[in-house]
Antibody
Framework: EVQLVESGGVVVQPGGSLRLSCAAS????????MHWVRQAPGKGLEWVSL????????YYADSVKGRFTISRDNSKNSLYLQMNSLRAEDTALYYC????????????????WGQGTMVTVSS | EIVLTQSPATLSLSPGERATLSCRAS??????LAWYQQKPGQAPRLLIY???NRATGIPARFSGSGSGTDFTLTISSLEPEDFAVYYC????????FGQGTRLEIK
């Protein structure tokens, strides 16, 4: 079964840091680019970041550029999001998502999603 | 940034009716547009990619059309499980989503 399982979401103070993880199974992880997408409570979807299949290319939304870092460990079938200088507006459910296309892509559609991990930034 | 505007914000229909959802881009995205369905408490599900291609396992009652700046998701005959929020997403220039259309039971 193809599956993505996120973890690491907690309540953190403004200015704090956090690392999210996503464990992948059921597909050849190192064939695909991967994404983080977030959803604030009661709001719509916002793309956060993309990493290429080999980790060699990364892209970020302007709202997180310079504060968040996406990475992956293909030997562990895992995706990560390091989040620094957190703000109240970063409060959201963070989804890990698989890109539809294999090989190199600068982003396509998201065909597999995890169930998300909740990050709350509050004092 | 390419802004996607979805209309209507809320659509009230009955099972068996035809649903037509719109997504308009602030500049051309060619055919690089996808549609997702999200039910309460669940992750989004990919329905359509590249404007008109159904994703794996998606029923034939879902269809997508359009190119450039104007796109449509059509559900030919609504089933009870189709009532949900629908989002469009472009990948022509970075990645952005529309604000969503809520499809509710009339």
């Amino acid at each position: 079964e193809v599956q993505l399982v996120e973890s690491g979401g907690v309540v953190v103070q403004p200015g704090g840091s956090l690392r999210l993880s996503c464990a992948a199974s059921g597909f050849t992880f190192d064939d695909y680019a991967m994404h983080w997408v977030r959803q604030a409570p009661g709001k719509g979807l916002e793309w956060v970041s993309l990493i290429s299949w080999d980790g060699g290319s990364t892209y970020y939304a302007d709202s997180v550029k310079g504060r968040f870092t996406i990475s992956r460990d293909n030997s562990k079938n895992s995706l990560y999001l390091q989040m620094n200088s957190l703000r109240a507006e970063d409060t959201a459910l963070y989804y890990c998502a698989k890109d539809r296309l294999d090989g190199y892509t600068d982003g396509d559609a998201f065909d597999i999603w995890g169930q998300g991990t909740m990050v709350t930034v509050s004092s | 940034e390419i802004v996607l505007t979805q209309s209507p914000a809320t659509l009230s229909l009955s099972p068996g009716e035809r649903a037509t959802l719109s997504c308009r881009a602030s500049q051309s995205v060619s055919s690089y547009l996808a549609w997702y369905q999200q039910k309460p408490g669940q992750a989004p599900r990919l329905l359509i990619y590249d404007a008109s291609n159904r994703a794996t396992g998606i029923p034939a009652r879902f269809s997508g059309s359009g190119s450039g700046t104007d796109f449509t998701l059509t559900i030919s005959s609504l089933e009870p499980e189709d009532f949900a929020v629908y989002y469009c997403q472009q990948r022509s220039n970075s990645i952005t989503f529309g604000q969503g259309t809520r499809l509710e039971i009339k």
